[in-house]
């Protein structure tokens, strides 16, 4: 399977801020996956990374808030816009590895002040 | 529409077997998978299902059909470190995979 390194591992962020987190994946992936898990809860889709296209969102879930780049076939960043305490959260990214088993990074905590 | 459907709560002994269920209703479906997560860790793969029938490993089994909407993981010999989520997923359409709310399993002494 795909081994996902994710950074930062967790931060502070003052509201009004803007926080990008990476992925970096061991091997070429074609898709990559941002998930956002609240606290006690599940994970939730946020998007989906194409490397060469826009990425495409999930109902809730808009460019403007969380802008994706994805420039090549191993790497991919996700950025938190214009932060609220709402956003406090562990963001995860995602990708299938060839026998199409999905693993994480190990996740971004964040905290928005 | 996507509805993935699992407990919420689930409490069992050590040394016992636990069965977590899990409905779903999604537009498409390309398999079903099973994830572990332990707090404060991402989650960890446990099985994938594409076909009806029973997949084993190990002391883990999960069961799907594909008619009925619905799987199951088998936990054998629980342990105590076998506390925490398990979260069941569907890979619908565009390699999206949906995760139901996840049940979170407490194993007593």
Known sequence: SAVISQKPSRDICQR??????????????TMMFWYRQQPGQSLTLIA??????????????????????????????????????????????????LRGVYTFGSGTRLTVV | GQNIDQPTEMTATEGAIVQINCTYQ???????????????????????NVLDGLEEKGRFSSFLS???????????????????????????????????QGTELSVKP
């Open chain 1, 16 to 29: 009004g801020t803007s926080l990008t987190i990476q992925c970096q994946v061991d091997s070429q992936v």
């Open chain 1, 48 to 97: 989906t990374a194409n490397q060469g296209s826009e990425a495409t969102y999930e109902s809730g879930f808009v460019i403007d808030k969380f802008p994706i780049s994805r420039p090549n076939l191993t790497f991919s960043t996700l950025t938190v816009s214009n932060m609220s305490p709402e956003d406090s959260s562990i963001y995860l990214c995602s990708a299938p590895g």
């Open chain 2, 26 to 48: 999604t537009s498409g479906f390309n398999g079903l998978f099973w994830y572990q997560q332990h707090a404060g860790e991402a989650p960890t793969f446990l099985s994938y």
């Open chain 2, 66 to 100: 594909r008619s009925k909407g619905y799987s199951y993981l088998l936990l054998k010999e629980l342990q105590m470190k076998d506390s925490a989520s398990y979260l069941c997923a569907v890979r619908g359409a565009g390699g999206k995979l949906i995760f139901g």
